[in-house]
């Protein structure tokens, strides 16, 4: 295990932060990334990190690995930094407003200037050229701040990867995924090992995500290049939902830890013997332009009905919206049939609140698909 520190732009005076990543694995012709709590109020996959390098560092030690494997446990030490009366603010970066999971930038186009007159007939000297490329593009950007810095710090080393694993968590939710339709095949190996409901499928879900950021230089890469050159399968980018945001502890971190070891051994990361997929069903593919959002109409006390993790028909009253002053009481009714599978954690609405958002829907939404 090597680890690294690279530091941040600094903000300000007297501080400095800086990103921490393990390195496990000697072969880098396969890559994985995994990273944790981009969104610093999102615990779980900071435990989850935890269990895995230690248990990267055994396999390592036992010669098992077949990639090399990157894994930063605290991917956003701003967000952990802005505590606020006790409260931790870890969505939004506090000088900009900035979700600290939206604007990444579309690298795409850059890379291609800079890979496309070093491409050849050969398909590994191609992977090379383009993780070549990518250092390239970081070696000349210059951060105007401390979260661009941040930003091209993750992204530097996560857009080299096969397959890059962002962990996140919900409010109150059932495990879940996010990913493309072009990487679903192998990130759904990944999501039955965990025991996701769903999966959220979109091409582009708007606000330029992580996700979708690492993985659209390749995709940008094989549109221009590729009928001319043989390119190397594009990065498989998966958010993963790991429930909600209480749901910590030892036993389901060690649990998802090696769920993950499993997934990326049944995809060949790790050598062994291939693990069985867990007797439970596979996600639901879900279209996240399919998903349906329920918001409360005014302001009062969320009464739920129903349950993260049910199956909810078209017609069905999943929460109510009381206000004791005017003795309403609004029902919130799902229009199509699907899988209620995350709902917000406070219990107070204010008018136009996200309260809960269900998947299995017909595709029907347009404009940013994600939660704001």
Same mark, same amino acid.
């Given at each position: 295990m090597q680890?690294? /520190?690279t530091p941040i732009l600094s903000t300000t005076f007297g501080t400095e932060r800086k990103i921490v990543s393990y390195e496990f694995?000697?072969?880098?012709?396969?890559?994985? +990334?995994?990273? @944790?709590?981009?969104? %610093?109020? *999102?615990l779980p996959g900071v435990a989850v990190a935890w269990y895995l390098k230690h248990a990267l560092s055994a396999l390592e030690s036992q010669g098992q690995l077949r990639a090399k494997i990157t894994l930063v446990p605290v991917a956003n030490p701003i967000g952990?930094?802005?505590?606020?009366?006790?409260?931790?603010?870890?969505?939004?970066?506090?000088?900009?407003?900035?979700?600290? /999971?939206r604007q990444f930038p579309a690298i795409g186009e850059s890379l291609a200037?800079? @890979?496309?007159?070093?491409? %050849?007939? /050969?398909? %590994?000297?191609?992977?090379?050229?383009?993780?070549?490329?990518?250092d390239r593009y970081f070696d000349d950007y210059t951060p105007a701040t401390e979260l661009q810095s941040q930003r091209a710090i993750l992204m530097r080393m996560a857009?080299?990867?096969?397959?890059?694993?962002?962990?996140?968590?919900?409010?109150?939710?059932? @495990?879940?995924? +996010? =990913?493309?339709?072009q990487a679903w095949p192998e990130v759904s190996v990944l999501g039955h090992h965990l025991g996701c409901r769903t999966a959220l499928i979109a091409d582009i879900s708007g606000g330029e995500p992580f996700d979708e950021a690492c993985a659209d230089p390749w995709y940008t890469l094989h549109r221009r290049f590729g009928e001319a050159y043989p390119l190397p399968e594009a990065l498989k980018p998966v958010t993963l939902e790991l429930r909600g945001a209480r749901d910590v502890s030892h036993d389901q971190a060690r649990e998802d830890a090696r769920a993950i070891i499993n997934g990326l051994t049944a995809l060949g990361y790790i050598s062994g013997e291939t693990p069985p997929l867990p007797e439970v069903p596979a996600p639901l593919k879900a279209d996240l332009a399919g998903c349906?959002?329920? =918001? @409360?109409?005014?302001?009062?006390?969320?009464?739920? =009905?129903?349950?993260?993790? *049910?199956?909810?028909?078209?017609?069905?009253?999943?929460? *109510?919206?009381l206000d004791p002053i005017t003795d309403q009481l609004t029902p919130l009714i799902c229009r199509q049939d699907g899988l209620l599978y995350a709902r917000h954690w406070v219990r107070f609405a204010t008018a136009g609140l996200l309260v809960v958002r269900l998947a299995g829907g017909e595709a029907g939404r347009q404009g940013p698909l994600l939660v704001p």
């Open positions: 680890q690294h /520190n694995g000697h072969d880098d012709q396969q890559q994985v +990334y995994i990273q @944790a709590a981009l969104h %610093s109020d *999102e952990f930094s802005q505590q606020i009366q006790g409260q931790p603010l870890g969505r939004f970066d506090s000088l900009s407003g900035q979700d600290f /999971n200037e800079i @890979a496309g007159p070093e491409l %050849s007939q /050969n398909i %590994s000297d191609n992977k090379r050229v383009i993780r070549q490329a990518i857009c080299k990867a096969d397959l890059m694993i962002d962990i996140h968590c919900d409010w109150e939710a059932v @495990a879940h995924l +996010y =990913t493309t339709p349906e959002y329920l =918001t @409360a109409p005014h302001a009062g006390v969320i009464l739920y =009905t129903r349950e993260p993790g *049910e199956w909810i028909h078209a017609g069905e009253i999943v929460a *109510e919206i």
